[in-house]
């Protein structure tokens, strides 16, 4: 399959053109909009449909291949707010506060892309180990770790930094996957053939309705480009790039597949906009949510939907070769 049409699978996938269609009605003022208890239980849905089927591949992989694939997620969570907080420091001139904010959020990850890119590569007929969940958790929390004690070094934590991380651990992404994978594992394929039917089949459907929202709220954070500037508009798409080739040649280098590698890759492109922004707004209260909400959500979200998976995708298997 060639890149072109990589592309064009991705462009017309039902979750791709979910996500246009709600940053459309935004823009045509449609009265289209989600209670805001939708929204929750879709995304309670989601992340625990994915640690569940997570947790029970988890179960039958070998031992070796997950602990080699949890260390390089978590070598990259780790490295990546180091470079980026530097970046923006050195480069684009922020006050640490703000790097420190912004190197969290694309340090850290996003289960939606994630969970788009897992979709995406089902329909391409090339899907990642099923294990690549747990990597999703382990690289959730340390580039935001990182990245408040960068700022805590630079004197720029103004708030509770020590109280950010408790409220991370415990919150709904985590306490959803890490518990999703715990129950697939102990529960096995036995355990959950049972459950399939519900957390198996509807999945996309889901998927697209959620993906539908998220174009309304990406499209909401439309007018605050202006705030952001260029630089950040360029870090908030070149970074991403070359994370996530970094994450595809690591999963190469580790010997995931191409899906896996793909898997990687997006997970290291990624922009967290749930975990991130909760850990911010108690240790750095005086970063601007304009920068660091528009970059993640507007910019490196669409982007990497759009443009991102088909990218990486497209590298994994030019890697592999024919």
Same mark, same amino acid.
Do not use: C
């Given at each position: 399959?060639?890149?072109?049409?990589?592309?064009?699978?991705?462009?017309?996938?039902?979750?791709?053109?979910?996500?246009?269609?709600?940053?459309?009605?935004?823009?045509v003022?449609?009265?289209?909009k989600f209670?805001?208890?939708?929204?929750?239980?879709?995304?309670i849905?989601?992340?625990?449909?994915?640690?569940?089927?997570?947790g029970?591949? +988890?179960? @039958?992989?070998?031992?070796?291949?997950?602990? %080699? =694939? *949890? $260390?390089?997620?978590?070598?990259? #969570?780790? &490295?990546?707010?180091?470079?980026?907080?530097h970046?923006?420091?050195r480069?684009?001139?922020?006050?640490?506060?703000?790097?420190?904010?912004?190197?969290?959020?694309?340090g850290?990850?996003?289960?939606?892309?994630?969970?788009?890119?897992?979709?995406?590569?089902?329909?391409?007929?090339?899907?990642?180990?099923?294990?690549?969940?747990?990597? +999703?958790? @382990?690289?959730?929390?340390?580039?935001?770790? %990182? =990245? *408040? $004690?960068?700022?805590?070094?630079? #004197?720029? &934590?103004?708030?509770?930094?020590?109280?950010?991380?408790?409220?991370?651990?415990a919150g709904?992404?985590?306490?959803?996957?890490?518990?999703?994978?715990?129950?697939?594992?102990?529960?096995?394929?036995?355990?959950?053939?049972?459950?399939?039917p519900?957390?198996?089949d509807?999945?996309?459907?889901?998927?697209c309705?959620?993906?539908?929202?998220?174009?309304?709220?990406?499209?909401?954070?439309?007018?605050?480009?202006?705030?952001?500037?260029?630089?950040?508009?360029a870090?908030?798409?070149?970074?991403?790039?070359?994370?996530?080739?970094?994450?595809?040649?690591?999963?190469?280098?580790?010997?995931?597949?191409?899906?896996?590698?793909?898997?990687?890759?997006?997970?290291?492109?990624?922009?967290s906009?749930?975990?991130?922004?909760?850990?911010?707004?108690?240790?750095?209260?005086?970063?601007?949510?304009?920068?660091?909400?528009?970059?993640?959500?507007?910019?490196?979200?669409?982007?990497?939907?759009?443009?991102?998976?088909?990218?990486?995708?497209?590298?994994?298997?030019?890697l592999?070769g024919?």
């Open positions: 399959m060639t890149t072109l049409e990589l592309v064009r699978l991705n462009l017309l996938s039902p979750m791709v053109l979910s996500f246009v269609l709600g940053a459309a009605a935004h823009l003022r449609s009265d289209l209670p805001d208890q939708v929204y929750s239980a879709l995304s849905y989601l992340l625990f449909a994915i640690g569940l089927k997570g029970v591949a +988890l179960s @039958v992989a070998p031992f070796g291949t997950v602990i %080699v =694939a *949890l $260390l390089a997620g978590f070598a990259l #969570g780790t &490295a990546i707010p180091l470079w980026s907080f970046i923006l420091t480069l684009g001139k922020f006050d640490a506060s703000n790097a420190a904010a912004i190197a969290a959020h694309y850290s990850v996003s289960a939606v892309t994630f969970i788009a890119a897992t979709a995406y590569l089902q329909s391409a007929g090339l899907p990642a180990e099923g294990f690549m969940p747990a990597v +999703l958790a @382990v690289m959730e929390v340390p580039a935001i770790v %990182v =990245a *408040l $004690l960068l700022a805590k070094l630079k #004197g720029a &934590a103004d708030g509770d930094w020590r109280a950010a991380l408790p409220e991370v651990l709904k992404s985590i306490v959803l996957l890490v518990g999703g994978l715990a129950i697939g594992f102990l529960a096995g394929p036995t355990g959950y053939k049972s459950v399939a519900f957390f198996a509807p999945f996309q459907g889901a998927l309705l959620f993906l539908l929202d998220m174009g309304l709220v990406a499209a909401r954070r439309l007018g605050d480009f202006k705030q952001v500037g260029p630089f950040l508009i870090f908030a798409i070149v970074m991403p790039v070359l994370h996530g080739v970094l994450g595809v040649f690591v999963g190469y280098e580790i010997g995931l597949s191409v899906g896996g590698a793909t898997i990687l890759g997006v997970l290291a492109a990624s922009a906009y749930i975990a991130a922004p909760a850990a911010v707004r108690i240790a750095l209260p005086e970063a601007n949510p304009g920068f660091y909400l528009t970059a993640s959500l507007a910019i490196t979200f669409p982007f990497n939907l759009v443009v991102g998976l088909p990218l990486y995708f497209a590298f994994a298997q030019m592999k024919p």
